[in-house]
T-cell receptor, first 113, second 117 residues
Framework: QKEVEQDPGPLSVPEGAIVSLNCTYS??????FMWYRQYSRKGPELLMYTYSSGNKEDGRFTAQVDKSSKYISLFIRDSQPSDSATYLC?????????????FGKGITLSVRP | GAVVSQHPSWVICKSGTSVKIECRSLDFQATTMFWYRQFPKQSLMLMAT?????????EQGVEKDKFLINHASLTLSTLTVTSAHPEDSSFYIC?????????????FGNGTRLTVT
């Protein structure tokens, strides 16, 4: 079993839809959870950064972490064509300079106008 | 926000030559930088951890003599792909965390696309 599993996609939704992206993991040592957005031929851009379990909201984005189930989610409300990108979940047991991120495989999202 | 700059953004080289990729933290100091590799439609795979003033730590399966890492200052790390071969063609991405913040997330550069002919 891989340490981090992410739905492979791709995912296509109409503009305005609510998007739900998910990852599961097996390593109970993971404490820090991130979602990155990556446009084609660009580096990953940090979207959400959470510590331990709980919810975090930033504009149209909401990140949820359920450590008991080893499950994290990213919700995108009122999706826009500009949200079309690859979304990567990432996690680590430590933060900052000590972090070694383990990434999911990424899911490509397409938002249709 | 923290900005990480990578240069060049793309490079084409001939088989057998060496290529150097630079990673700079523009507005913060980074004692640690990370180098990743990404193949098409694949996730990021950590290659090595670059530590300022000391030797890099390589992940299992990554040849340290082929992928030379130098982290000479708190704002610059370089990755040199030596004697490049076509199978080294990939997207190389660096990341860094703010040294003064123990729980800051990693910020990534925009990557370098290497094509070896």
């Amino acid at each position: 079993q891989k340490e981090v599993e992410q739905d492979p996609g791709p995912l296509s939704v109409p503009e305005g839809a609510i998007v739900s992206l998910n990852c599961t993991y097996s390593n109970s040592a993971f404490q820090y959870f991130m979602w990155y957005r990556q446009y084609s031929r660009k580096g990953p851009e940090l979207l959400m950064y959470t510590y331990s379990s709980g919810n975090k909201e930033d504009g149209r984005f909401t990140a949820q972490v359920d450590k008991s189930s080893k499950y994290i989610s990213l919700f995108i409300r009122d999706s826009q064509p500009s949200d079309s990108a690859t979304y990567l979940c990432a996690m680590s047991g430590k933060a900052g300079a000590n972090s070694k991120l383990t990434f999911g495989k990424g899911i490509t999202l397409s938002v249709r106008p | 926000g923290a900005v990480v700059s990578q240069h060049p953004s793309w490079v084409i080289c001939k088989s057998g030559t060496s290529v150097k990729i630079e990673c700079r933290s523009l507005d913060f100091q980074a004692t640690t930088m990370f180098w990743y590799r990404q193949f098409p439609k694949q996730s990021l795979m950590l290659m090595a951890t670059s530590n300022e003033g000391s030797k890099a730590t390589y992940e299992q399966g990554v040849e340290k003599d082929k992928f030379l890492i130098n982290h000479a200052s708190l704002t610059l790390s370089t990755l040199t792909v030596t004697s490049a071969h076509p199978e080294d063609s990939s997207f190389y991405i660096c990341s860094a965390a703010v040294a003064s913040s123990y729980n800051s997330p990693l910020h990534f550069g925009n990557g370098t696309r290497l094509t070896v002919t």
